[in-house]
């Protein structure tokens, strides 16, 4: 079946560590997008790549870091420069238009103590 | 990706009862899409609205787009604990295909 992994499921850190995130898909799916979700709120932009080693900025990139050699492979490295990175981290892929809805993985509950 | 706006953040819903939740933009929007993320979850894509008024059911929600393009709306009928969850819908694709999600409503449902 096709679909979109991550992993691990949850994460604990101690604070100055960085972390990376893993998230690959089998749909092949040009676009792929982190998102962080807080508590209660809504989904916050990180990072997105529409191709093979090319990545863009969202809104909240400050402390983290990408990249995209795999068009399957979309790897997130939460950095020791992220202030607050206790969150739940959902990664999606998605056709390169989107037009045809996000899919989601099952995301990353990241602790950092 | 062009902004959204959803009313109400919240809904405390009886089971049984409809309740509606809804998206505004400022502009025209091309298309809309809703997603679903069920309380430890993530979100699920479920469905695309493109036609001016359109409407489209699944099984007990239905969906609708205003003729202007510039709203859409998701009403529940005969709500079931099993619609617990928050409801995003999000604007068209931008040139890089980022979708703008709206702040999502929460729907807590009381047996």
């Known amino acids: 079946d096709g679909g979109i992994t991550q992993s691990p499921k949850y994460l604990f850190r101690k604070e100055g560590q960085n972390v990376t995130l893993s998230c690959e898909q089998n749909?092949?799916?040009?676009?792929m997008y982190w998102y962080r979700q807080d508590p209660g709120q809504g989904l916050r932009l990180i990072y997105y790549?529409?191709?093979?080693?090319?990545?863009q900025k969202g809104d909240i990139a400050e402390g983290y870091s990408v990249s995209r050699e795999k068009k399957e492979s979309f790897p997130l490295t939460v950095t020791s420069a992220q202030k607050n990175p206790t969150a739940f981290y959902l990664c999606a892929s998605a056709t390169g238009s989107g037009d045809y809805g996000y899919t989601f993985g099952s995301g990353t509950r990241l602790t950092v103590v | 990706g062009q902004q959204v706006m959803q009313i109400p953040q919240y809904q405390h819903v009886q089971e049984g009862e409809d309740f509606t939740t809804y998206c505004n933009s400022s502009?025209?929007?091309?298309?809309i899409q809703w997603y679903k993320q069920r309380p430890g979850g993530h979100p699920v894509f479920l469905i695309q609205l493109v036609k001016s008024g359109e409407v489209k059911k699944q099984k007990r929600l239905t969906f609708q787009f205003g003729e202007a393009k510039k709203n859409s709306s998701l009403h529940i009928t005969a709500t079931q604990t099993t619609d617990v969850g928050t409801y995003f819908c999000a604007g068209p694709p931008d040139s890089w295909g980022k979708l703008q999600f709206g702040a999502g409503t929460q729907v807590v449902v009381t047996p």
């Open positions: 790549s529409q191709i093979v080693n090319d990545f």
């Open positions: 502009t025209t929007l091309s298309n």
């Open positions: 749909l092949n799916h040009d676009a």
